[in-house]
């Protein structure tokens, strides 16, 4: 595994990273006009929408020359409304914009945008999408993230926002995506299975599902995600929650790749054809989904993901599985992606603009590897050195550090 932290604007940074190394980027860029990072150069304090949304669109621009062919983009965004935010000005006394220490990090108003009212949902995840999808991205899911602890709001004139988005967008028509490995559980367990050859997949004497064709109890991973988000202490900004990043990573990447180029190995399962129930036909279950009528039955089936059994290589190297999935995560602030991504044995690149994170990022995953005495992980370490010495460090944490990089 290698494990990079990189220091500096995303689009500059990115730059220096060579073409085709990444295999799957999940990231949480800072939100338009919600906080100032008190950082030159930082994205989300432009005037309109429109500059916000053109900066994003160059970074990941360069993600995708990052990015691999079958590589794919996660990417977190939350909306704004517009108004006063953060100082006196605010309307709704309650709002948390005015709670001591929360001011600093605001910025004062939204108001005076053209083509924005105040009270206007301004809608910058959609934004986002088009942008990206125009810039040449295949956007293929809006995954809703269901909060069931959102923040609170004091308004009585509409609901209390209590989701985010998380687009799944990638650089080809086809691309690695390990469903199986997200699977559901499935809630309709007595639905009949087929073979792929049609025969019943149905054991009769125990009217269980035969082991020989895979014992499939789950269903492909839907689009809405409930998650409480994660309060962190230390960080002045939103913290993604493990549990968001934890189905990127394994969707996204594979626990084994080429050694020579990189190319994930893919899961290899037997599928499994369920029957689709009466009442699903016709419905908005089968429409623009891969269903193909029943020869026997006439009825519709969907493919279900049977057991692995095994994984293979997706290039034509003669190689072992040796290498790595890299994740990678342009703005990469208390480092989750880069502590999800080691948690599975991947390696990753994190990057941001203020040194103050890395170092935050660098105390949070450090210990992961220290900690662990089988952990052979070179780190080709890119922080500035000055930045990272500062008050925060834990005493002897450097040390411990240096001398297990030193022994690598
Ligand atoms: C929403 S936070 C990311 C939080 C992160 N996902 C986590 O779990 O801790 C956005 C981050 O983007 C960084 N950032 C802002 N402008 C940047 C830029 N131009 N290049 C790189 N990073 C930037 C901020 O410093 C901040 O750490
Ligand atoms: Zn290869």
Same mark, same amino acid.
């Given at each position: ?25 999940? +990231? ?39 990015? !691999? ?10 909306? +704004? ?56 991205? *295949? ?86 995600? +409930? ?62 989904? +891969? ?11 969907? *493919? ?32 989750? %992606? ?19 994170? %890395? ?22 370490? %890119? ?16 040390? !411990? ?8």
């Amino acid at each position: 595994m290698t494990c990079q932290l990189l220091i500096g604007d995303a689009t500059e940074v990115l730059a220096t990273l060579p073409a085709a190394s990444v295999q799957c980027v999940i +990231t949480s860029p800072p939100y338009w006009n919600l906080r100032d990072y008190q950082c030159a150069g930082q994205i989300g304090l432009e005037d309109i929408p429109s500059a916000y949304i053109g900066r994003l669109v160059a970074v990941f621009r360069e993600v995708r020359r990052v990015l !691999r062919d079958d590589g794919t983009l996660w990417v977190n965004i939350g909306d +704004t409304y517009c108004g006063y935010h953060g100082n006196s000005q605010c309307a709704d006394e309650d709002a948390p914009s005015n709670k001591p220490g929360y001011v600093e990090n605001m910025r004062a108003t939204t108001v005076g945008v053209e083509g924005l009212k105040p009270k206007d949902l301004v809608g910058i995840p959609w934004m986002l999408a088009f942008a990206l999808r125009a810039d040449g991205w *295949y956007l293929r899911s809006d995954i809703i993230w269901a909060k069931p602890n959102p923040m609170p709001e004091s308004v009585t004139d509409r609901p209390t926002s209590s989701h985010e988005y998380l687009f799944l967008l990638s650089k080809s028509a086809t691309y690695y995506y390990d469903a199986a490995a997200i699977a559901e559980d499935a809630t309709r367990p007595d639905e009949p299975r087929l073979k792929q050859n049609g025969e019943s997949a149905v054991d009769t004497k125990t009217r269980g599902y035969s082991t020989q064709c895979g014992t499939t109890t789950t269903r492909n991973k839907r689009d809405v995600w +409930t998650i409480a988000s994660q309060p962190y202490p230390g960080a002045h900004y939103a913290v993604m929650p493990a549990k968001l990043v934890e189905p990127c990573i394994l969707a996204g990447t594979s626990p084994q790749a080429c050694e020579h180029c990189g190319a994930p190995w893919a899961r290899v399962t037997e599928r499994v054809a369920a029957v689709a129930p009466a009442s699903y036909n016709g419905s908005t279950f089968t429409r623009g989904k +891969t269903v193909t009528p029943h020869a026997n039955t006439g009825q519709g089936t969907r *493919y279900e993901h049977g057991d692995t059994t095994g994984w293979r290589p997706t290039c034509t190297h003669d190689n072992e599985g040796m290498g790595q999935c890299v994740t990678l995560d342009p703005f990469f602030g208390s480092g989750t %992606v880069g502590k999800v991504a080691l948690s599975y044995g991947r390696s990753f690149v994190g990057i941001d603009i203020d040194p103050r994170n %890395v170092e935050l990022a660098r105390h949070r995953i450090g210990p992961m590897l220290l900690d662990n005495p089988s952990a052979t992980v070179p780190i080709r370490r %890119v922080v500035d050195k000055q930045a990272a010495t500062g008050n925060r460090t834990a005493a002897g944490f450097n040390e !411990r550090w240096d001398a297990k990089e030193a022994a690598i």
